[in-house]
């Protein structure tokens, strides 16, 4: 008995954080705390040495602290929060409203749009929903959208902004996984447009097949002749149009690292919002604080996964995984990898992307690097690529599934008290099946992840 | 009782202060990025005061200034309570129930892996100080004891949040009903 809890400490560990986690103690201390506990427990038997301690720090201070990669993060959270702050979204979303004014579900195909476009200039969910949420819902709602179809098109579209690059996740993963941000960032475009794609056709056939759910807007709202139209347009796409060149960019045409780029894009988007008379010294000193604030949040996680991971692996965690892989004859490279991604979508009910990307990945990306795809993928250097993307595109539901899907908490802090959650979760749930279909769609034709950073010669 | 309100308050306001200073350094930051990007971009280089600022120096400012402006923030999201929590097991348990829950979080979880990290971080800060550590860089930055000084500050500051928090737990859980009322933690917030 004592003999099996040691060889098997590592996977008790990680049932021991699933447990605790549900106390409701901040994340960041429960991750530390277990890898702590579970260092000294691995001490007392015999297979782990209080020395081991003596690395942690360097860990952390080399996975959080001495890195530049990881600079992006708090710039795109500081993009992000400046850029609620324009008034940049709102003159887009009427736009998009009036555009689209003649077609039904109109307005909820403006809200995948908005999202989208939101999406190429900032990385973070939280600022995103909470926009979309604020400017979008009130106005869907007036114009007598059930409640359900606008809710979720409002989240399904505001988490776009983890998958389309700049992508704070993206730059994470490329960080523990070393590919490049630049060559991640490529990838990621095509399957975050096919999963904007899916949204705005399924919006289609559905308010075609039942148009009392998102009634048209009319044809007598907006300027009525073109040249106007055309003004309306050109006026609202310049500015957003205006950070992802900045933005995107400045990566691309080989300017600015994707680090960088997050630096440059913050400048733009401060230019944004001084153009739009809402900066001064105490909204600077405001959005700093909120920014920074989310950075300690993300970076405390950091530490305690990288606490948690190295004696995760110290405990012998990754022959566990692979031992128990076998016993249940999953060993060729499909059976991991649907392995990982229902592995992926389970967690996301009850953990965030950070959580995810910095349990899985560590153990998982070597077991896939290795394993192979015959007939499909040919360049193993390709695997981790491949990987990354199908996770990243996964990692959308898990904002989305109940009951611990971060959006969802998002939105609830900001609905009408005349929206329940119940509403949310019905709202949100074909939308995930939707997603599910993207990420089949990318998982069966790899060439939508390939081929962009291919012509980009980023491959090579 | 009130002693103790009082030691938390003053906690508080102290990593409130710091935090809120290094703040500024996101501003900063995105000023140094800008300057880096166009100045390689046009080959030239700054110099201060007799020091170059080159684009390897400007790209180790750049990751001390994003460490330090987390790093200073960590205890004071503690008490801001923004630090990511899953409470949909607890989030809805009566308040006596979740200050307790709250209080043995702090002595189960936080403070032994506070307590166990901070040795080491004093370590790491006080070697590198004594052995003048700098960049492994040729034209990188001296003086690797800031960040790592940063490091170990973080976890103080964290050890101290949740002395206060666990303070103010404390207070509203048996101090007398008038400083219960004071301790009484603010509402939860959202995450981030």
């Not at chain 2, 402006?69 to 630090?83: D, E």
Request: glycine share 10%; aromatic share 12%; with cysteine.
């Amino acid at each position: 008995m004592i003999e099996w809890i040691g060889d098997h400490l590592a996977v008790i560990m990680f049932l021991v954080l699933t447990f605790i986690m549900f106390v409701g103690y901040p994340v960041a201390f429960v991750l530390g705390a277990v890898g702590i506990a579970f260092g000294y427990l691995g001490v007392v038997f015999g297979i782990f040495n209080v020395v081991q301690f003596s690395n942690l720090l360097p860990r952390v201070y080399g996975q959080g602290v001495e890195n530049a990669t990881l600079v992006a993060v708090p710039m795109f959270i500081f993009m992000g929060t400046v850029l609620e702050r324009s008034g940049v979204a709102e003159e887009l979303l009427k736009c998009l409203q009036i555009l689209f004014r003649r077609i039904p579900g109109g307005l909820a195909l403006a809200v995948v749009l908005l999202g989208t476009i939101m999406a190429a200039t900032t990385g973070i969910v939280g600022a995103s929903v909470v926009m979309l949420t604020l400017i979008a819902l009130p106005v869907m709602i007036e114009r007598g959208y059930s409640k359900e179809l606008s809710l979720g098109s409002i989240a399904a579209a505001g988490t776009l902004g983890i998958l389309i690059p700049p992508s704070i996740m993206l730059v994470i993963m490329g960080d523990l996984m070393q590919i490049s941000v630049g060559t991640l960032f490529a990838a990621a475009i095509i399957p975050g447009l096919i999963m904007s794609g899916v949204y705005v056709v399924y919006i289609i056939i559905l308010a075609f097949l039942k148009p009392g759910l998102a009634p048209p807007l009319g044809a007598h709202e907006g300027p009525q002749t073109s040249a106007e139209l055309w003004k309306m347009v050109v006026v609202t796409f310049a500015p957003p149009a205006f950070l992802i060149f900045l933005v995107l960019g400045s990566i691309f045409g080989g300017w600015a690292t994707p680090t960088e780029a997050g630096g440059v894009g913050c400048f733009g988007a401060l230019l944004l919002a001084w153009r739009a008379g809402k900066l001064s010294f105490a909204s600077i000193k405001e959005m700093s604080e909120n920014s920074a604030m989310t950075c300690g949040v993300v970076f405390f996680i950091l530490f305690g996964a990288t606490l948690f991971s190295y004696v995760f692996r110290a405990l012998g965690g990754d022959d566990v995984v692979i031992e128990i892989l076998k016993h249940f004859g999953i060993d060729s490279g499909w059976e991991v990898l649907i392995f990982v991604m229902a592995m992926a979508f389970v967690m996301g009910f009850f953990f965030d992307w950070l959580e995810i990307c910095l349990i899985l990945l560590p153990v998982f990306t070597p077991i896939l690097a290795k394993s192979a795809f015959p007939g499909y993928i040919e360049e193993a250097k390709l695997i981790p690529l491949y990987f990354a993307i199908l996770l990243a595109v996964n990692l959308q539901t898990a904002f989305l599934t109940p009951p611990f899907g971060f959006a969802l908490f998002y939105m609830k802090g900001v609905v009408p008290p005349s929206v329940t959650m119940m509403h949310i979760y019905r709202g949100i749930v074909p939308f995930i099946l939707l997603q599910l279909f993207a990420l089949a769609m990318v998982m069966i034709f790899p060439e939508t992840i390939f081929w962009l950073p291919r012509r980009w010669g980023m491959l090579d | 009782m009130k002693g103790l309100l009082r030691l938390s308050d003053a906690i508080d306001a102290v990593l409130g202060a710091i935090a809120r200073f290094f703040a500024w350094g996101l501003p900063i930051l995105v000023i140094v990025i800008v300057f880096d990007v166009i100045s390689r971009k046009f080959g030239f280089q700054l110099n201060i005061l007799g020091v170059d600022l080159g684009s390897t120096r400007l790209q180790e400012l750049e990751w001390h200034l994003h460490s330090i402006v987390y790093l200073t923030w960590i205890g004071f999201a503690y008490i801001r309570n923004t630090h990511v929590r899953i409470d949909v097991a607890t989030g809805h348990l009566p308040p006596r129930s979740q200050a307790k829950l709250e209080l043995l979080g702090c002595l189960i979880f936080a403070a032994p892996y506070i307590l166990t990290a901070l040795p080491y971080a004093h370590n790491f800060f006080v070697t590198a100080l004594l052995q003048n550590e700098g960049s492994a860089a040729p034209n990188g930055l001296p003086w690797r004891w800031v960040p790592k000084g940063f490091l170990y500050f973080s976890f103080v500051s964290a050890g101290l949040a949740v002395l206060s928090v666990a303070i103010r737990r404390i207070v509203f859980l048996f101090g007398p009903p008038d400083l219960a009322e004071e301790a009484m933690p603010t509402p939860a917030t959202m995450a981030h």
